[in-house]
């Protein structure tokens, strides 16, 4: 099968999404350049996205894990963003999401796991 292998399915899901709602998203041939040729400067990130808040939840057996969210007056509902397992909310891809949604006039939270920043 085509991508059978999960880190060429990493990498190609990095090189090829084509989502115009996530604006930290560069084109395929602007991403390559910069692979191919790291001595040049980088292209300007258009807007940074930052989480408003961060909850910290208790768990019964005395844990804890943080949900950090993004909220806006006139929500049209709630987005809960899960990140890989090596992930955080703070990585590239969970803040790519996250914007794309926030845009579409949603609620955005990250449950951050159990060890996860």
Not at 15 to 31: G, H, M, Q, W
Not at 52 to 68: A, C, K, L, M
Not at 78 to 98: P, Q, R, T, W, Y
Request: charged share 25%; hydrophobic share 35%; net charge negative.
């Amino acid at each position: 099968p085509f991508l059978s292998n999960c880190h060429v399915q990493t990498i190609a899901g990095f090189l090829f999404r084509d989502i115009p709602e996530c604006k930290n998203v560069a084109d395929i041939s602007t991403t390559l350049m910069a692979l191919l040729n790291p001595n040049k400067s980088k292209p300007q990130q258009q807007e940074i996205f930052t989480w408003d808040t961060r909850e910290r939840i208790s768990t019964p057996d005395n844990d804890w894990f943080h949900v950090d969210s993004k909220k806006r007056k006139d929500a049209k509902g709630l987005m809960i963003l899960l990140h890989g397992l090596e992930s955080s909310s703070e990585s590239s891809l969970s803040k790519e999401i996250a914007q794309a949604y926030f845009d579409l006039g949603l609620d955005v939270s990250c449950i951050n796991f159990r060890s996860c920043p």
